[in-house]
């Protein structure tokens, strides 16, 4: 796989777990929501005089996600220390990763009393949670950024392809270059990709003059890029949306775009992932003045510093999505709400104070969040335009 470009895969591979972590539901990206529809009025009545049972679904014993399972517990616990005057009754439950363990152990911790599921991690898991426990109205909070299972009683907290696309296509087409031609890998993620920015472009006043896929060899890429810069060159597009990250092409797409005759001072770079992740990258020639977003780099930083104190490490990069999870439920339950749990109040129209900024969960299962717009200067990382702090204003 990109052969001539080895050594510089090698410079950014010590990076690839936790880039690759990012995007957990890219993976299970088929699925499809098995209870269809919005968000009902569905969810428990609580006491608000006795602490609320919080049932945390994480694959603890999944090799391959032990690590992030204990990050999202850790950081579960330090949300609940948070939470003054509120009480919560946290359960722990291993699903193991897969997708029959999840569902039972949902149903289990429904049985003994849970009133609303924090978690799976990954999207057949907590597919098959929801499913499990849809009939008793327990509505589901998963820590996967899938949107194609997300309704009915399941939530997905994770950052998704749609929030990002909105953003930057949003941004992109004020400064004058909302015209782009996408370059997106051939599997299940960058169909997606394409489809959120395509999407987002209708939304925003931009304008998808074509989509380019190709595989993950650089044959089918410098063809690809070819393509692309035909776009350019006749004066169709003015920016190319990637959506590959560093566990896939993007260094590559990175180094051969500008060498393929794609001026990244002329042809404004758009990226669908978090391109900060691996500041040994930051010396690829696409990225200099490239935009793609990040979280409210304050809060994110106040997170990472307290958890850090707390724990004596860093959080695993998804670990925020357990504190998010729980400063949502403690929020509504503060307010001495028996319906504190049920869709509507999830889905409350002015959202909560997260890790990573403002978020709030939508009827139909997904999230918005408040993201920052970001470029890379001479090796630095440079906001652009900060996270908005509250719905309705610029950013959304």
Request: aromatic content about 6%; overall charge negative.
């Amino acid at each position: 796989m990109f052969a001539v470009l080895s050594t510089a895969r090698k410079a950014i591979s010590r990076g690839v777990v936790i880039a690759s972590c990012l995007w957990l539901a890219a993976c299970d990206a088929t699925l499809t929501n098995s209870l269809g529809g919005s968000s009902s009025a569905g969810g428990p009545q609580i006491d608000t005089n006795a602490p609320v049972q919080i049932a945390l679904l994480v694959p603890k014993s999944d090799p391959g996600a032990g690590t992030v399972a204990r990050s999202l517990e850790d950081a579960v616990r330090l949300a609940i220390a948070d939470l003054h005057g509120v009480r919560i009754d946290l359960r722990v439950y291993d699903t193991a990763g897969q997708a029959g363990m999840a569902a039972s152990q949902a149903q289990l911790a429904v049985d003994e009393g849970a009133k609303i599921i924090l978690g799976p991690l990954f999207g057949e898991a907590a597919n098959a949670a929801a499913v499990a426990v849809a009939d008793e109205g327990i509505n589901v909070l998963s820590f996967s950024n899938n949107t194609s299972i997300a309704g009915g009683n399941l939530f997905v907290l994770g950052a998704t392809f749609e929030n990002t696309a909105d953003r930057l296509m949003g941004y992109t087409s004020a400064q004058g270059k909302g015209n782009v031609a996408v370059l997106y890998t051939d599997n299940v993620a960058g169909t997606l990709g394409r489809d959120a920015i395509t999407a987002a472009a209708a939304r925003t006043g931009g304008s998808v003059v074509g989509s380019v896929p190709y595989a993950l060899n650089t044959e089918s890429l410098n063809s690809a890029l070819n393509r692309v810069k035909g776009m350019v060159d006749s004066g169709a597009a003015n920016a190319m949306f990637i959506t590959d990250d560093y566990t896939g092409g993007l260094a590559v797409v990175l180094q051969l775009g500008p060498e393929s005759g794609i001026n990244p001072a002329t042809t404004q770079y758009l990226g669908l992932t978090r391109w900060d992740v691996r500041p040994d990258a930051f010396h690829l020639p696409g990225i200099e003045g490239s935009y793609f977003t990040m979280p409210d780099i304050t809060k994110n930083a106040n997170f990472e510093a307290r958890y850090a104190n707390a724990y004596g490490k860093a959080p695993h990069p998804l670990a925020g999505l357990g504190y998010d999870g729980i400063a949502a439920i403690g929020a509504l339950v503060r307010q001495g709400r028996k319906d504190a749990l049920t869709a509507p109040a999830l889905t409350q129209a002015s959202g909560f104070q997260g890790t990573g900024g403002v978020f709030r969960l939508l009827s139909d299962g997904t999230n918005q969040r408040g993201l920052a717009v970001a470029t890379i200067r001479n090796s630095q990382v440079v906001i652009l335009d900060p996270a908005p702090r509250s719905f309705g204003g610029a950013g959304f």
